[in-house]
């Protein structure tokens, strides 16, 4: 089952976003949900990943701004994004975890943050 991204935008640096991941049927409690990101010209890379009950992790060179969160009556995975930063701009991308090379990459949601 593909994830969906949403919630990306144009904003200025200082400023803050929410991502949603959803799916159309029923994102598993099961699975570790991630969210990656790729810049231009860059790899793709792990932002954040979490649980079925909530465990959370985030790059250390996020952690204080960035939180990923569960909602799993809202069928919904968050990544909240404060005090973003131009070097954050970037195609954010949300996948069950850990990925392979069968892994499905959805459309991702664009995130651009102006200086």
């Known amino acids: 089952e593909q994830l969906v991204e949403s919630g990306g935008g144009l904003v200025q640096d200082g400023g803050s976003l929410r991502l949603s991941c959803t799916a159309s049927?029923?994102?598993?409690?099961?699975?570790?949900v991630a969210w990656y990101r790729q810049c231009p010209g860059k790899q793709r890379e792990l932002v954040a990943s979490i649980t079925g009950d909530g465990a959370a992790y985030c790059k250390d060179s996020m952690k204080s701004r960035f939180t990923i969160s569960r909602d799993n009556a809202k069928n919904t995975v968050y990544l909240q994004m404060n005090n973003l930063k131009p070097e954050d701009s970037a195609v954010y991308y949300c996948?069950?975890?850990?990925?392979?090379?069968?892994?499905?990459w959805g459309q991702g949601t664009q995130v651009t943050v102006s200086s």
């Open positions: 996948t069950y975890y850990p990925v392979d090379a069968r892994t499905s």
């Open positions: 049927g029923t994102i598993s409690r099961l699975r570790v």
